[in-house]
Nanobody, 116 residues
Framework: QVQLVESGGGLVQAGGSLRLSCAAS????????MAWYRQVPGKQRELVAI???????NYSDSVKGRFTISRDNAENTVYLQMNSLKPEDTAVYYC??????????WGQGTQVTVSS
């Protein structure tokens, strides 16, 4: 089992920045990738950014150049630095962990609201 706890959401004006954190605990040895997803009411949850244990990083086109995902493997923490935020970035952001045996775990979500 892997437990994920997110923090860092909030309200920010357009053009501002926020940093989300996700601390993993439990069977962290088995984690192969960590990612951030987001979801707005009435829409499917979408992948924002993903970082694998092998160092591969990918972003959705909508956040490329503005968001940065990073992992602190020693602390079992993943971060999402969000710059140049836009109102359309408003969503609940979820931390996700994928293990080597293909199990997936989710955090509780943190609200990010960007005002125009």
């Amino acid at each position: 089992q892997v437990q994920l706890v997110e923090s860092g959401g909030g309200l920010v004006q357009a053009g501002g920045s926020l940093r989300l954190s996700c601390a993993a605990s439990g069977s962290t040895f088995y984690i192969s990738a960590m990612a951030w997803y987001r979801q707005v009411p009435g829409k499917q949850r979408e992948l924002v950014a993903i970082a694998t244990s092998g160092g591969t990083i990918n972003y959705s086109d909508s956040v490329k150049g503005r968001f940065t995902i990073s992992r602190d493997n020693a602390e079992n923490t993943v971060y999402l630095q969000m710059n140049s935020l836009k109102p359309e970035d408003t969503a609940v952001y979820y931390c996700n962990a994928l293990t080597r045996n293909a199990r997936t775990y989710w955090g509780q979500g943190t609200q990010v609201t960007v005002s125009s």
